[in-house]
């Protein structure tokens, strides 16, 4: 999360970009109405760059991670 906080600061963009840190589910609606974008790294993107995966078990992640996941 440093890492992150630190680009935002280097793009300019520290007072538009908000870390949120673990929100409840049932707040979670509202923060997505509210947002101009969600950033959601690619499962695809995270493997190549050697991050260990840890992904839902539906058909679309199955698919694209095979055993490479947990």
Known sequence: MRGLRRL??????????????PVPYRE?????????ALVFPSLL???LAGAPIVASYIPTCREVAADVAL
Not at 8 to 21: H, I, K, S
Not at 28 to 36: L, M, P
């Open 45 to 47: 993107e995270a493997m």
């Open 8 to 21: 935002a600061g280097e793009f300019q963009l520290g007072p538009r970009v908000r870390f949120l840190g």
């Open 28 to 36: 979670i609606f509202s923060y997505y109405r509210g947002a101009v």
